[in-house]
């Protein structure tokens, strides 16, 4: 069986899905990142070496996401791309009509808005976490309960709390008012997700237009409440796909699958599951940039360097020693 793989690593999350020659999801597999980005890819390809059929062969990998060109590094990757253009074009091939993408991961968010199959626009958040799964999360832990026990709540509340604040910290202060007023816990939580719908939309959503159909994906999909608030919110219909979670590396897949036509993969094979990667960087001093330069090693081998803005930094790397 010719496989390809898709690799996207996060702040939060680290996932690979597997895909057939004819574009079928073969196997897939999601895990925290934990702020160790190599071991995490590492953990996810030995998942994948796991739940693939035996005869499988690897024919394209391509990394996406905030850690891609450190995936595409450690994994040999064949093509890296940016997390705007995998996720429009998993959305695409499950969902060709759709006109608006909202995706919503641990530590980032974006819009991304299609006409007539192409990307005409896109909005990321930037310094902001109060439209990110992160706010969510911290919110579920100040009121002492799961992630899943919070969606679940939320889906129970008829008369949600007006938590005011476009910051975490406004909004949650304005939770705990709310709570101190005897408010029910279930329309403090569907609040909270009220809230993160309103930041999210006039934030990353700023100056777009929202057409449906209206596709919603990344890791806070999972939230029913999230779903519920979008559709009060915008009166349309949001679909959720069923591998919501992972179509930045569905879409990582079947790029690679173009572009590997009849070429040799780069992949490292699955050895690397059990080698040691390690990551050091320099500061380049060549211009007043001062770029923060990285170079993966595996073993005592410097195997990729990335992260200056230009071609210069390439002759700082060589005159350091980068241990």
Same mark, same amino acid.
């Given at each position: 069986?010719?496989?390809?793989?898709?690799?996207?690593?996060?702040?939060?999350?680290?996932?690979?899905?597997?895909?057939?020659?004819?574009?079928?999801?073969?196997?897939?597999?999601?895990?925290?990142?934990?702020?160790?980005?190599?071991?995490?890819?590492?953990?996810?390809?030995?998942?994948?070496?796991?739940?693939?059929?035996?005869?499988?062969?690897?024919?394209?990998?391509?990394?996406?996401?905030?850690?891609?060109?450190?995936?595409?590094?450690?994994?040999?990757?064949?093509?890296?791309?940016?997390?705007?253009?995998?996720?429009?074009?998993?959305?695409?091939?499950?969902?060709?009509?759709?006109?608006?993408?909202?995706?919503?991961?641990?530590?980032?968010?974006?819009?991304?808005?299609?006409?007539?199959?192409?990307?005409?626009?896109?909005?990321?958040?930037?310094?902001?976490?109060?439209?990110?799964?992160?706010?969510?999360?911290?919110?579920?832990?100040?009121?002492?309960?799961?992630?899943?026990?919070? +969606? $679940? !709540?939320?889906? %129970?509340?008829?008369?949600?709390?007006?938590?005011? =604040? @476009? *910051?975490?910290?406004?909004? #949650?202060?304005?939770?705990?008012?709310?709570?101190?007023?005897?408010?029910?816990?279930?329309?403090?939580?569907?609040?909270?997700?009220?809230?993160?719908?309103?930041?999210?939309?006039?934030?990353?959503?700023?100056?777009?237009?929202?057409?449906?159909?209206?596709?919603?994906?990344?890791?806070?999909?999972?939230?029913?409440?999230?779903?519920?608030?979008?559709?009060?919110?915008?009166?349309?219909?949001?679909?959720?796909?069923?591998?919501?979670?992972?179509?930045?590396?569905?879409?990582?897949?079947?790029?690679?699958?173009?572009?590997?036509?009849?070429?040799?993969?780069?992949?490292?094979?699955?050895?690397?599951?059990?080698?040691?990667?390690?990551?050091?960087?320099?500061?380049?001093?060549?211009?007043?940039?001062?770029?923060?330069? +990285? $170079? !993966?090693?595996? %073993?005592?081998?410097?195997?990729?360097?990335?992260? =200056? @803005? *230009?071609?210069?930094?390439? #002759?700082?790397?060589?005159?350091?020693?980068?241990?």
């Amino acid at each position: 069986m010719k496989v390809y793989l898709g690799i996207d690593v996060g702040s939060v999350s680290t996932k690979i899905a597997a895909l057939s020659e004819d574009k079928e999801l073969v196997c897939h597999t999601y895990l925290p990142t934990q702020g160790n980005p190599v071991a995490a890819i590492q953990q996810a390809l030995a998942d994948i070496e796991r739940l693939l059929p035996a005869d499988s062969s690897i024919e394209g990998v391509a990394a996406t996401g905030s850690a891609r060109h450190l995936a595409g590094a450690v994994a040999g990757a064949d093509l890296v791309k940016n997390e705007i253009t995998s996720q429009a074009v998993a959305t695409l091939h499950y969902y060709p009509d759709v006109q608006t993408i909202f995706e919503i991961g641990g530590q980032d968010s974006k819009i991304i808005i299609i006409r007539d199959g192409v990307v005409t626009d896109f909005g990321m958040n930037t310094v902001c976490a109060a439209g990110t799964g992160s706010f969510l999360d911290h919110q579920a832990q100040r009121l002492n309960m799961s992630i899943e026990r919070f +969606s $679940r !709540l939320a889906m %129970d509340s008829s008369t949600p709390s007006n938590i005011i =604040g @476009r *910051c975490t910290v406004f909004a #949650e202060s304005d939770m705990i008012h709310k709570q101190q007023s005897g408010c029910r816990i279930e329309d403090i939580v569907y609040g909270l997700c009220r809230t993160l719908v309103r930041n999210y939309l006039s934030n990353v959503g700023l100056g777009k237009e929202v057409k449906p159909p209206i596709v919603f994906q990344g890791g806070v999909a999972f939230n029913r409440g999230i779903v519920r608030a979008f559709k009060e919110e915008l009166g349309a219909e949001i679909i959720v796909p069923a591998h919501h979670q992972i179509m930045g590396a569905i879409g990582a897949a079947l790029l690679v699958q173009e572009e590997a036509r009849d070429k040799k993969s780069g992949f490292r094979g699955f050895a690397i599951c059990r080698q040691d990667f390690s990551v050091t960087s320099l500061e380049c001093d060549i211009c007043p940039c001062l770029c923060q330069v +990285s $170079r !993966l090693w595996l %073993d005592d081998e410097a195997i990729a360097d990335w992260g =200056g @803005r *230009c071609q210069q930094w390439r #002759e700082a790397v060589k005159s350091e020693v980068c241990r």
